[in-house]
């Protein structure tokens, strides 16, 4: 039914393998099809055949699929959801940005606000960060002791690999910049008057924990990388390439799901038999 | 600080052990202080210094407990909410009945509803009725074959695991009444106007499958009861024995987790450090 796919298996990380951050170039256009003149959002991109998976798995109304999208300040999250998400229809689609928790939320345990926020039968949800925070500047920033943060890797493995279970396909994606390459994007938002609201102070002292953030990533990721549950590192200096890795990988795995055309009136209502 | 209390170890289902619910002695009075004439809420009764520890649970704002009461069709539940729960702080509770899923709630894993509904910091939670239903009424009524709902006692045991480290202590409680008690319930709620709304045709069917029923709690309980999340097969024929075999399992956890009196203004805002 449509195109060749480029292969997401070169940004994906192997479960039971070790990661090396440090050696992956972030701005590597590997494996791009073309130059950035060309629509970033790839096979998301409307016309392609693929595009319309994400209808499809709304009108299947039977499975869901979750996008993690983890980065350092300045690693291009809100472009990427911007970029890559636009085309696709806004009924299907769940996106929440996690923020400094609320009162509420830190009333309940950290795994509270995301499955809050999981998506529903025949959505697309995107977590811009998620729940890999209380792993990550909790662990970094000091927020809680370490005996309280490690055993958030096994909490986040078993809920992880309880969600597929209900339909739910899971992605999670570091989008990996240069530390130059954040240099010049913090000094953009310094620049730039519709940018000085992405800009806080704090940031620059997460600058200076960058090695502490590169450990921590490595170590989530390598704890729970699965093959349920996978994780890629996508190069993303170049947000014209980063765009077009993060369509691609999303698109492999609605590829994957194949979702099919049904009526929402006649299908059944739940793969749960109530 | 408070008197002796009655060990509420007589009604624990050891972790690891066998579980034989027709051997329980459903209309046993065993360990009861006196007769039925005393105050049902024994400790969580006014006056009793006991009865204070939801109020601490509340102030101090650090920890949780979360209730679980499963039970037959006529076995007592709502009734032992409204006796146990009616004198505790309505600031501090959290009661929650679950019934037939919505349509928002099965476009979700089994454990969504749940989680959502799960006790903040200070509160105790109450679930009248539970996930246990994915296991019990959805295998005995088949709603899903059994590569569906036999997955479901990791998920859960995952699930209860998780939240004890965010402060959470879990109690779960089956209401245990023989089927002659259950016959009488039925017809009360048929003899008596003010009970009709609780009586429904299919309640007759789900009796037919007593045996299923034995069965399918014999298992849900003998591989989710945990040293953290334990349950208790509290003999229910007799309403005031239940009541106040409730109220002790209740005060007993309470106390362990004995919640001091502080300022919600001054004391430290979340164990999770943000």
């Known amino acids: 039914m449509s195109g060749p796919v480029a292969s997401?298996?070169?940004?994906?990380?192997?479960?039971?393998?070790?990661?090396?951050?440090?050696?992956?170039?972030?701005?590597?256009?590997?494996?791009?099809?073309?130059?950035?003149?060309?629509?970033?959002?790839?096979?998301?991109?409307?016309?392609?055949?693929?595009?319309?998976?994400?209808?499809?798995?709304?009108?299947?109304?039977?499975?869901?699929?979750?996008?993690v999208l983890q980065a350092l300040d300045a690693g291009g999250k809100d472009g990427t959801v911007k970029h890559v998400f636009r085309g696709i229809n806004p009924a299907g689609r769940r996106i929440t940005s996690f923020k400094q928790p609320s009162d509420e939320e830190l009333a309940h345990d950290f795994l509270w606000r995301v499955h809050v926020a999981a998506p529903a039968r025949g959505e697309i949800g995107v977590f811009n960060r998620s729940h890999y925070e209380d792993v990550l500047i909790a662990r970094v920033a000091k927020l809680v002791p370490e005996e309280v943060w490690r055993p958030r890797f096994d909490a986040?493995?078993?809920?992880?690999?309880?969600?597929?279970?209900?339909?739910?396909?899971?992605?999670?994606?570091?989008?990996?910049?240069?530390?130059?390459?954040?240099?010049?994007?913090?000094?953009?938002?310094?620049?730039?008057?519709?940018?000085?609201?992405?800009?806080?102070?704090a940031d620059l002292e997460v600058r200076d924990q960058w090695d502490e953030y590169q450990a921590a990533y490595t170590e989530a990721i390598e704890r729970t990388t699965t093959d349920e549950a996978p994780w890629y590192v996508v190069p993303a200096d170049r947000k014209w390439y980063r765009n077009w890795a993060v369509s691609t990988i999303l698109v492999e795995h609605l590829e994957k799901l194949d979702p099919q055309w049904a009526s929402r009136a006649t299908w059944p209502r739940s793969s749960r038999g109530w």
Chains 1, 2 share one sequence.
């Open 8 to 67: 997401a298996d070169r940004w994906r990380v192997r479960p039971g393998g070790r990661l090396d951050l440090g050696a992956i170039d972030t701005g590597d256009p590997a494996g791009a099809p073309g130059d950035k003149g060309r629509d970033q959002r790839g096979h998301l991109a409307p016309g392609h055949p693929a595009g319309r998976a994400p209808e499809r798995l709304w009108a299947e109304d039977r499975r869901s699929l979750l996008l």
């Open 156 to 201: 986040i493995w078993a809920w992880e690999a309880h969600l597929p279970a209900a339909g739910t396909e899971i992605v999670k994606i570091l989008l990996h910049i240069s530390p130059d390459e954040q240099a010049q994007r913090f000094q953009a938002r310094l620049d730039d008057l519709s940018k000085h609201w992405k800009f806080r102070l």
